[in-house]
């Protein structure tokens, strides 16, 4: 049924329109209902359909449930200032009191006579003990002696025995209660804050909502053309328009407009300075937690396990001087160069070439009795080298076959022979040819020297083609040993040695990446097997590159047998070495054995 409007004619109509109905009634035969109030339409000089009273009602309605939540925030906020205002003047009274410490009272003074004898005279004397405060007259004058005395404090004999420039007891503890209780109010405003910050963001959510609601109604009103309408509907338009809280009248924004961005900028400074707090609270977490990895480091690093005087600490626990091959010269250590003679213990070498030169330490390949040896001299009177290569000998399967070694100690350093059994002879692995087969039996007897040596807790962390020799009759039953051990630690008696970290020679594989601060020591042997066996296969030194989240070789023209030996050495993965090794130790035997 279409809107009822008002003019000339609808009146005349609904005038006959009434009539029937009442002709209708009165003859009984049916009662009909209007869909509309007619005192509503017929009021004063303006007339309204049904569905204009019901917008008009509901505007009216959201008007007033506005009106009331604008009151409900302002009560909220004046309850929360009023709570900031009363914290404020309880912090502000705890701090005077604070300050405000009551003194003991004094005890009243006294007024003595002075006239009777000398002796009451020096019975009222001040003793030793009291303050020298009293105020008498002369002996010889008639009157009285007011003797003004004050109580000792507690802390008074420690005020005076304190140094100067350090607050006494007393001080400090008022100090630290003042401290204490102004941190308690600090971080009870803190909670208020809160709490109000998030009271807000709620009453900001609900107004929101509310806004949303409305907000639909004005954009179809605005995405619609303009039409023509009637004047009631014009009328209602602009009404509704007018009462409206939420839309702009003139430019200006409402008063609840004006609340909510004043809320929000109050929001947002809370936001601001709460965000302030937390990164002055991460800063200084930050710098506690810098100050406890440096304080870590330089304790991890206050030993190194390398150290000659470490080691020689360390050989003390042991009878090594007991052993045959062990000797002392009691002289100092004499100079060794290239093309030169050598006399130890009654035998003579011929020094041919020197095989490695670095610091303290010196590798020289010699000849005796029709023998190539190699000697090694070092400038610390610590037989580390002998200690370690001893321990290996005996736990080795394969001893007949092993190098003989003999030590002797001079006054400054030590030197080390090594010469070989009966019908065998010494090599050096960097030696051997880009032969790919004997490459692989080499591969496989250095798997078995590391696992020899992780085996009995020993670590070498050094390992390298010019440090590595071979002692045997026959290329397949070759015994590989190192030459030299400087870098070499002892596990068993070394045990605060956990990580790579602690290990100097795996710095460098540290600082490019390969290897992590925490991850085990023995990982440091996996690297130097990689290593030796690259430049054995390449005669280059490896440059390992990342990939993803693994580590493989720059320059990789190798067969999926050594592509897969490579990449277990260089990724560990958390796995142990003697896994790792013992793999690889039966595929390549497989293959070259």
Not at 148 to 157: A, E
Not at 526 to 540: H, K, P
Request: contains cysteine.
């Amino acid at each position: 049924m279409e809107g009822l409007s008002v003019s000339s004619l609808s009146a005349n109509q609904s005038t006959v329109q009434v009539n029937m109905g009442a002709g209708l009634h009165d003859g009984g035969v049916a009662s009909q209902w209007s869909p509309y109030c007619k005192e509503d339409l017929m009021r004063g000089g303006e007339e309204l359909c049904f569905e204009e009273l019901r917008a008009e009602r509901y505007n009216q309605q959201k008007q007033k449930e506005m009106e009331e939540k604008m009151r409900h925030l302002k009560e909220q906020q004046e309850q929360l200032s009023q709570e900031l205002e009363e914290k404020k003047r309880l912090l502000l009274r705890k701090s005077q009191q604070i300050s405000n410490v009551d003194q003991p009272a004094a005890a009243p003074f006294k007024i003595l006579d002075e006239s009777g004898s000398k002796e009451s005279v020096r019975k009222s004397e001040p003793s030793s003990d009291e303050l020298p405060d009293d105020v008498f007259l002369r002996p010889d004058e008639k009157g009285l002696c007011v003797r003004v005395q004050f109580p000792t404090r507690p802390d008074q004999n420690l005020q005076q025995n304190r140094p100067p420039g350090q607050p006494s007891r007393t001080e400090r503890d008022l100090r630290a209660e003042r401290d204490l209780r102004a941190e308690r109010d600090l971080r009870a405003e803190r909670e208020l804050r809160a709490e109000r910050d998030l009271r807000a963001e709620r009453d900001l959510r609900t107004e929101r909502d509310l806004r949303a609601d409305q907000d639909p109604d004005s954009q179809e009103s605005v995405s619609q053309p303009k039409k023509q309408l009637s004047p009631i509907e014009e009328i209602s338009v602009e009404a509704a328009s007018l009462t409206s809280p939420g839309e702009l009248s003139g430019g200006n924004f409402s008063p609840l407009d004006q609340e909510q961005d004043q809320n929000q900028n109050q929001n947002q400074e809370q936001d601001q300075n709460q965000n302030q707090d937390q990164e002055q609270d991460q800063e200084q977490d930050q710098e506690q937690d810098q100050d406890q990895d440096q304080e870590t480091l330089s304790q991890s690093h206050a030993v190194d396990p390398c150290d000659p005087e470490v080691r020689r600490q360390l050989l003390d626990l042991f009878d090594i001087t007991s052993s045959a091959n062990l000797h002392s010269e009691q002289r100092p250590l004499p100079a060794v160069e290239e093309c030169s003679l050598l006399d130890l213990g009654g035998d003579t070498f011929f020094i041919e070439s020197r095989l490695l030169d670095r610091h303290s330490v010196s590798i020289f390949r010699a000849a005796a009795d029709n023998q190539s040896v190699f000697i090694k001299v070092e400038r610390c009177s610590a037989p580390w080298d002998f200690y370690l290569f001893t321990r290996l000998k005996e736990n080795s399967p394969s001893a007949d076959r092993a190098a003989l070694i003999s030590c002797f100690l001079f006054e400054d350093g030590c030197v080390t022979v090594y010469t070989p059994p009966a019908d065998h002879q010494l090599t050096v692995v960097a030696d051997c040819g880009p032969d790919l087969a004997r490459v692989g039996v080499t591969a496989v007897r250095l798997l078995e020297l590391v696992l020899q040596l992780h085996g009995c807790s020993l670590l070498h962390a050094g390992l390298q083609p010019g440090v590595l020799a071979s002692c045997g009759a026959a290329a397949n039953q070759d015994w590989l040993f190192p030459l030299d051990w400087s870098s070499s630690l002892d596990l068993d008696l070394q045990k605060d040695v956990r990580s790579v970290q602690q290990i100097p020679s795996a710095q460098g594989y540290i600082r490019l990446g390969l290897l992590q601060p925490a991850d085990p020591p023995h990982t440091v042997d996996l690297v130097g097997v990689a290593e030796t066996i690259y430049f054995l296969l390449t005669n280059s030194e490896m440059k390992p590159e990342r990939h993803g989240s693994s580590w493989t070789l720059k320059h990789d023209v190798f067969t999926s047998t050594w592509r897969r030996f490579f990449g277990l050495l260089l990724n560990a993965g958390g796995r142990s070495s003697i896994s790792i090794l013992s793999e690889l130790k039966d595929q390549l035997s497989e293959l070259y054995l």
